[in-house]
């Protein structure tokens, strides 16, 4: 099996772009889904496959992967956007799932 | 409204055993996968445990293997998950969770259900 790695937090501005990493070898040959959780809630997805959004998300939420780096990104951050968020990948060589350990994004 | 809710939590003690439950509503359960996810107390998300829509493919993180098991009733749309052998790193917030199959993202969370494991 292989291990997502994140940044146990991320701090950003109202207003300003927040990038969140997920890191592994491989991973830029991997599908990426990443998912919020805001306090004391369940995770929601916020984005599949790398790069796309389920219904109901908005468009300030994007996801890119290439090479060693999968990486959400969220534009015109807001106090609301304040959460954790975790990045999934399915290992096909276990029929496992892995998590990455989860990044805290503070909204300064 | 899709729904799952889970029940069957609560305090045990080491080495004992638990039996988890997921019901599920709006929509057609028999089509989907459903899976376990925990939570540790101030930690990250943690799979635990996927069963496909036919109950063919059944898979277990190796932390649980051996000690947990999944099954489905689809006559009553519900998931059990059995946890045995329990130790206090299973100490956590198990939500139930829906997939298009076993290998897809999960589109549907439960609220969850604590299981806290003492010594």
């Known amino acids: 099996s292989f291990v997502l790695t994140q940044p146990p937090s991320v701090s950003v501005a109202p207003g300003k772009t927040a990038k969140i990493p997920c890191e592994e070898n491989?991973?830029?040959?991997?599908?990426v889904h990443w998912y919020q959780q805001k306090p004391g809630q369940a995770p929601v997805l916020v984005v599949y496959?790398?790069?796309a959004r389920p219904s109901g998300v908005p468009e300030r939420f994007s996801g890119s992967n290439s090479g060693n780096t999968a990486t959400l990104t969220i534009s015109r951050v807001e106090a609301g956007d304040e959460a954790d968020y975790h990045c999934?990948?399915?290992?096909?060589?276990?029929?496992?799932?892995?998590f990455g350990g989860g990044t805290r994004l503070t909204v300064l | 409204e899709v729904q799952l809710v889970e029940s069957g939590g609560g305090l045990v003690k080491t080495g004992g055993s638990l039996r988890l439950a997921c019901a599920a509503s709006?929509?057609?359960?028999?089509?989907?996968?459903i899976i376990w996810v925990r939570q540790a107390p101030g930690k990250g998300l943690e799979w635990v445990s996927s069963?496909?829509?036919?109950?063919?493919?059944?898979y277990y993180a190796d932390s649980v293997k051996g000690r947990f098991t999944v099954s489905r009733d689809d006559a009553n749309n519900s998931v059990y998950l059995q946890l045995d052998s329990l130790t206090v790193e299973d100490t956590a917030i198990y939500y139930c969770?829906?997939?298009?199959?076993?290998?897809?993202?999960?589109?549907?969370w439960g609220q969850g259900t604590l299981v806290t494991v003492s010594s």
């Open positions: 969770v829906r997939g298009p199959s076993v290998m897809d993202p999960f589109d549907y």
């Open positions: 709006g929509f057609i359960f028999r089509s989907f996968a």
């Open positions: 069963i496909s829509s036919t109950s063919i493919h059944i």
């Open positions: 491989t991973i830029g040959s991997k599908s």
């Open positions: 496959e790398d790069s």
């Open positions: 999934q990948v399915w290992d096909r060589g276990s029929d496992h799932w892995v």
